[in-house]
């Protein structure tokens, strides 16, 4: 299974990005970044993350990997899980650029003091 799931990723990847992924962590997350796009966090001043798109807030889910270490910048989710707090499940950290390269027709750079 994990020998045809190596291949998939393989084959999205020459289709995306035009070469195959083994070995470079990078590029996987590059096409993580691709799919999911649309669920995007960064890490606020306030210490929680919020998503680029509703501000909403989010948090890390303590069995995350991540939720020991420090934390990302950016993040990419599979899923919200709702209790007390909304916390963010199955993260990738990406880069912010990838978003605006990737996604150009779901995000644009802004400037804060553009009006």
Known sequence: MERQGLFFLNKISESVLGNPVIGDSGKVRRCITAGFFPNAAYLHHSGVYKTLRGDMVLHVHPTSVLYTLE??????????????????????????????????HFYQKSFENER
């Open 71 to 104: 934390q990302p910048q950016w993040v990419l989710f599979c899923e919200i899980l709702q209790t007390d707090r909304t916390y963010m499940r199955e993260l990738t950290v990406i880069e912010p650029e990838w978003l605006e390269e990737l996604a150009p």
